[in-house]
């Protein structure tokens, strides 16, 4: 089945940390998500994070979109702090204005609705594209030490049910791996246009 894609969000949570992560590959990789969207007539709008942001405006952005999709490196196992006050501030007002969801679903007129049935984004997808130091190899895989048998999906939970708790639906996110040991940048750069192409269902 194939997604009406007209309007996608970008959020580019990078953090800068000078000698660390200077920020070039997830900048590539924001402009891959946006060129490849563009080429098929969506309308694409950025956050970068770290410039700074109009709270009402970031809200009004998720209503608009159909898709959005968060660009971000990982910082010990999390995206940068900047992301999550960026989620605790448009989510909150999100919720305050009764635009994102109205209330966690349950009710005592209704006790037999779930806790997170309560979300208004219903019909918008969600993803998430992550630059790591971890290895492919790391997940999946219940003998490596750190994340048993998880996969990047597992660990991102906590991430990825902020939307779904408002009604999103959550894609299969991408990963680059290895970015600082073993980088395979242009493998990489193709392997998210494969993937933007399959889980949206955007026919070449």
Same mark, same amino acid.
């Given at each position: 089945?194939?997604?009406?894609?007209?309007?996608?969000?970008?959020?580019?949570?990078?953090?800068?940390?000078?000698?660390?992560?200077?920020?070039?590959?997830?900048?590539?990789?924001?402009?891959?998500?946006?060129?490849?969207?563009?080429?098929?007539?969506?309308?694409?709008?950025?956050?970068?994070?770290?410039?700074?942001?109009?709270?009402?405006?970031?809200?009004?952005?998720?209503?608009?979109?159909?898709?959005?999709?968060?660009?971000?490196?990982?910082?010990?196992?999390?995206?940068?702090?900047?992301?999550? +006050?960026?989620? *605790?501030? =448009? &989510?909150? %007002?999100?919720?305050?204005?009764?635009? !994102?969801?109205?209330? /966690?679903?349950?009710?005592?007129?209704?006790?037999?609705?779930?806790?997170?049935?309560?979300?208004?984004?219903?019909?918008?997808?969600?993803?998430?594209?992550?630059?790591?130091?971890?290895?492919?190899?790391?997940?999946?895989?219940?003998?490596?030490?750190?994340?048993?048998? +998880?996969?990047? *999906?597992? =660990? &991102?939970? %906590?991430?990825?049910?902020?939307?779904? !708790?408002?009604?999103? /639906?959550?894609?299969?996110?991408?990963?680059?791996?290895?970015?600082?040991?073993?980088?395979?940048?242009?493998?990489?750069?193709?392997?998210?246009?494969?993937?933007?192409?399959?889980?949206?269902?955007?026919?070449?």
């Amino acid at each position: 089945m194939k997604h009406d894609i007209k309007h996608v969000l970008i959020i580019h949570a990078h953090q800068l940390y000078e000698g660390i992560s200077a920020g070039n590959l997830n900048r590539s990789m924001a402009d891959i998500i946006k060129t490849e969207f563009e080429h098929r007539d969506a309308q694409v709008r950025t956050t970068h994070i770290a410039q700074g942001y109009d709270i009402d405006a970031e809200v009004q952005h998720h209503l608009w979109a159909d898709l959005i999709i968060v660009q971000s490196p990982v910082y010990w196992f999390g995206l940068p702090w900047i992301y999550k +006050k960026y989620i *605790d501030e =448009v &989510f909150t %007002a999100g919720m305050l204005q009764q635009s !994102f969801l109205d209330g /966690d679903g349950r009710s005592r007129e209704n006790p037999d609705r779930q806790y997170g049935s309560g979300g208004k984004l219903q019909g918008k997808k969600y993803m998430l594209s992550l630059t790591w130091n971890a290895p492919k190899e790391a997940f999946g895989d219940e003998s490596q030490v750190l994340f048993g048998g +998880k996969t990047v *999906d597992d =660990v &991102f939970v %906590a991430n990825t049910a902020n939307y779904k !708790f408002c009604g999103a /639906d959550i894609l299969p996110s991408f990963s680059c791996h290895d970015v600082m040991k073993q980088p395979d940048i242009e493998n990489d750069k193709a392997r998210l246009r494969a993937h933007l192409a399959k889980v949206t269902c955007i026919d070449y």
